[in-house]
C-alpha cells in the first residue's frame, strides 16, 4: 500500500458522516489490514462501535453495583442511568447487527468494499 495517497477532509468539511472515522480508516489501508477504503471505513466504525459498546458495559456494571442510597432521588438517578444506559447498549448491539449485516450483503454480492 505504499505511495497511495489518501486525501483526508479538513475539519471545515462535514459533509460525510464517515468524516470522522477516514484518518482511522487510512490506517488500516496503510498497514495492510484493510484492502479498500469503504471495508477500512466500515472496520473503523466497528471498531469504534466495540469500544463504546465496552464502555457502556462497564458503566452498567457500576450502576447495578452500587448499593442502595438513603436518598430516594440518587435511587431514582441511578435506575433511570442504568435503564438509559441499557437501551444505549442495546442501540449500539443494532448497529453493530448493521454493520454485520452490510458485510454479509456485500460479500454475498460480490460488491467492492
Avoid at 488500516?28 to 484493510?34: F, Q
Avoid at 477500512?40 to 465496552?54: C, F, H, K, N, P
Avoid at 442501540?91 to 467492492?112: C, E, F, K, M
Amino acid at each position: 500500500m505504499t505511495g497511495t495517497i489518501i486525501p483526508l477532509r479538513s475539519g471545515r468539511e462535514k459533509a460525510s458522516a464517515l468524516a470522522t472515522f477516514d484518518a482511522a480508516a487510512a490506517a488500516l489501508l496503510a498497514s495492510g489490514r484493510a484492502t479498500t477504503l469503504s471495508g477500512a471505513q466500515r472496520d473503523a466504525i466497528l471498531t469504534s462501535l466495540l469500544e463504546q459498546r465496552g464502555k457502556l458495559v462497564a458503566v452498567i456494571a457500576d450502576l447495578r453495583a452500587r448499593p442502595p442510597s438513603e436518598d430516594d432521588r440518587i435511587n431514582t438517578i441511578n435506575a433511570d442511568l442504568r435503564d438509559n444506559a441499557t437501551e444505549g447498549l442495546a442501540q449500539i448491539d443494532q448497529l453493530i447487527q448493521h454493520v454485520d449485516a452490510y458485510t454479509t450483503s456485500s460479500q454475498r454480492y460480490g460488491a467492492i468494499g
